[in-house]
């Protein structure tokens, strides 16, 4: 059986379709010929995929996708100049590699059994000072408004970062490696001035 509104294959029974969200006829209605309201169709179009975990990939299919993601992220290290990427790989199985001033990695990362690539790049420590805490957080949102694509800054812990996480199914190739050069773009091209405006980064912050 085929999704009338995008024909993806779905299994008997589903009453709704896992890409598009569109309503499916039950084997009952099917059988009658009965209709759907009118306007069935629209309400759910615009509703967020239902995947069952009878839908989700197997552990064997993550398996050769992450196997595949990783080929990809040393496909681009050895691009960039490091000649064995594999011996830059962390016990947590995260890429690490340098571009210009910022420290970068990339992981291919599972939740709730989707594969995403969490590419990150280290900026900056947070001031000592605790009066920069504010300004350089509401700089950090302003420059989300500016930034383009799929990278973003923030905090995590006591660090700021240059982070993008995308799903795998969504990207093609170029798009992958693209999401990674953007991220150490990024923290390359921000780390000095926000050092140069926050800087007192050498002092260990007191915890609260």
Known sequence: MNCPQCNTPVRSGARFCARCGTTLLSGATQVSGEVPPEGAHKR??????????????????????????????????????????????????????????????????????????????????????????????????????????????????ELVIAVAIRPLEEMYREEFTSCIFSVMSVADQIDDMLLEKYGGTAKQRQSA
């Open 44 to 157: 759910t179009e615009d509703l967020p995929p239902t995947i069952s975990a009878a839908e989700q990939p197997s552990p064997e299919v993550l398996a050769q996708h992450r196997a595949a993601a990783n080929t990809l992220i040393n496909d681009f290290l050895r691009e960039g100049g490091v000649a064995d990427p594999e011996s830059q790989i962390d016990e947590e199985g995260r890429h690490h590699f340098t571009f210009g001033s910022a420290h970068c990695r990339a992981a291919i990362v599972e939740d709730e059994g989707q594969l995403y690539l969490h590419a990150d790049a280290f900026v900056m420590k947070l001031p000592s000072d605790k009066e920069l805490i504010v300004p350089l957080m509401r700089e950090l949102l302003e420059l989300n408004l500016m930034l383009r694509g799929a990278v973003r800054v923030g905090i995590s812990g």
